[in-house]
């Protein structure tokens, strides 16, 4: 089982249309990233954050820490085709041996289409 | 332009040869991941390195994978031998540990195919 539990596991929409991705726990982490991944390549980081409450935002998306910092949401407004990808959420756990180790979550495969 | 890099992209060769990945970290990088990337598992840690000491292995098959890093600039993970089941793509990420960031950078993976 996953420590962090993404959801939808597949999300397909048009082009325009705003999208949401959750990413939870009942787990407390330090810190939490968001990355997205196209096929052939690796992972890519698109933000991280460390504050309970946290909301940070990158052009169209949007990405909430929960105050508790057990979880995570990432928002697109407008989707566009270039959004299509794999988004993974991945926390370190708030522990002291973990020294950068991060727990991932399952994905969300997200297909936007024109 | 700062990335981790990694040899070879693709890699085929048959059950019970011996195979071989290379990691170059971004220089200044202090701690170095192994994953594996399935359909079915997603992403699982292998390994992972802090000043080049492994710190943690719990995730490898100890009998067929082993790995190293010999140097700061360079990881190896090796599996012998290797088996069908071992077809994955396996990916290199470093990191500035000990931060509260804890970001992680992806090389772009090798995929390894075991017939």
């Known amino acids: 089982t996953q420590l962090l539990e993404q959801s939808p596991q597949f999300l397909s929409i048009q082009e325009g249309e705003n999208l949401t991705v959750y990413c939870n726990s009942s787990?407390?982490?330090?810190?939490l990233q968001w990355y997205r991944q196209e096929p052939g390549e690796g992972p890519v980081l698109l933000v991280t954050?460390?504050?309970?409450?946290e909301v940070k935002k990158l052009k169209r998306l949007t990405f909430q820490f929960g105050d508790a910092r057990k979880d995570s949401s990432l928002h697109i407004t407008a989707a566009q085709t270039g959004d299509t990808g794999l988004y993974l959420c991945a926390g370190a756990l708030l522990t002291t041996d973990s020294w950068g180790k991060l727990q991932f979550g399952a994905g969300t495969q997200v297909v936007v289409t024109p | 332009d700062a990335r981790v890099t990694q040899t070879p992209r693709h890699k085929v060769t048959e059950m019970g040869q011996e195979v071989t990945m290379r990691c170059q970290p971004i220089?200044?990088?202090?701690?170095v991941f192994w994953y594996r990337q399935t359909m079915m598992q997603g992403l699982e840690l292998l390994a992972y390195?802090?000043?080049?000491?492994?710190?943690?292995d719990s995730g490898m098959p100890k009998d067929r994978f082993s790995a190293e890093m010999p140097d700061a600039t360079l990881a190896t993970l090796k599996i012998q031998p290797s088996e069908p089941r071992d077809s994955a793509v396996y990916f290199c990420?470093?990191?500035?540990?000990?931060?509260?960031?804890?970001?992680?950078?992806f090389g772009p993976g090798t995929r390894l195919t075991v017939l």
């Open positions: 990420a470093s990191g500035l540990g000990g931060n509260s960031y804890n970001e992680q950078f």
């Open positions: 220089l200044g990088h202090n701690t």
């Open positions: 954050v460390v504050t309970g409450g």
């Open positions: 787990s407390v982490f330090s810190s």
């Open positions: 390195f802090r000043n080049r000491a492994p710190l943690d």
